[in-house]
């Protein structure tokens, strides 16, 4: 089994519309836990970090669910320029999820 | 700030070549990543640093790969000889301990 699994989608959102995606996490033990995007032919930007009691950041919300090992990500109010592909990472074992692809359409 | 260097941006050689990636990390960062990137794979931590030190090298896929960090700002990845499945997208990394990690913008390299 991965050390961090995630859909790979593609998530196909209207604009406007609201998106959750999880990943998955194999070892009980890891603490920390971030969201990156990546945009086609660029490199992974950091988006947020998880904490444990969950996060906003706009239209970003992260959770963490320790009993079922995953993290999720929530987009409000999809908009156009949402579209990329999100990376879950496990930073402890520096391990990145495969990325889920949201493509956000008019 | 300006962020993670790689150079350079787009490496294309021939099968057999030596291949040198460089990288220059976001200064104060004690801690530096080499990545691989294909969509086979996705993401794969190759080797990493702690202060220039290499702390875990099970990503590197055989002795064709090496890396260096002779100092604080300065990391190569050199890949002798090349081959075309080498063929990737690799990226460095830098962190201060316990924060996210800042790409820079990856070297895109192709083996013919």
């Known amino acids: 089994r991965k050390e961090v699994e995630q859909d790979p989608g593609p998530f196909n959102v209207p604009e406007g519309a609201t998106v959750a995606f999880n990943c998955t996490y194999s070892?009980?033990?890891?603490?920390?836990f971030f969201w990156y995007r990546q945009d086609c032919r660029k490199e992974p930007k950091l988006l947020m970090s998880?904490?444990?009691s969950g996060n906003e950041d706009g239209r970003f919300t992260a959770q963490l669910n320790r009993a079922s090992q995953y993290i999720s990500l929530l987009i409000r109010d999809s908009k156009l320029s949402d579209s990329a592909t999100y990376l879950c990472v496990v930073k402890e074992k520096l391990q990145f999820g495969a990325g889920t692809q949201v493509v956000v359409t008019p | 700030d300006a962020g993670v260097i790689q150079s350079p941006r787009h490496e294309v050689t021939e099968m057999g070549q030596e291949v040198t990636l460089r990288c220059k990390p976001i200064s104060g960062h004690n801690s530096l990543f080499w990545y691989r990137q294909t969509m086979m794979r996705g993401l794969e931590l190759l080797i990493y640093?702690?202060?220039?030190?290499?702390?875990?090298d099970s990503g590197m896929p055989e002795d064709r790969f090496s890396a260096k960090m002779p100092n604080a700002s300065f990391s190569t990845l050199k890949i002798q000889p090349s081959e075309p499945r080498d063929s990737a997208v690799y990226f460095c990394a830098s962190a201060v301990l316990n924060s996210p990690l800042h790409f820079g913008n990856g070297t895109r390299l192709t083996v013919t």
């Open positions: 070892n009980s033990a890891s603490q920390s």
């Open positions: 998880v904490y444990s």
């Open positions: 640093f702690n202060n220039n030190v290499p702390i875990d």
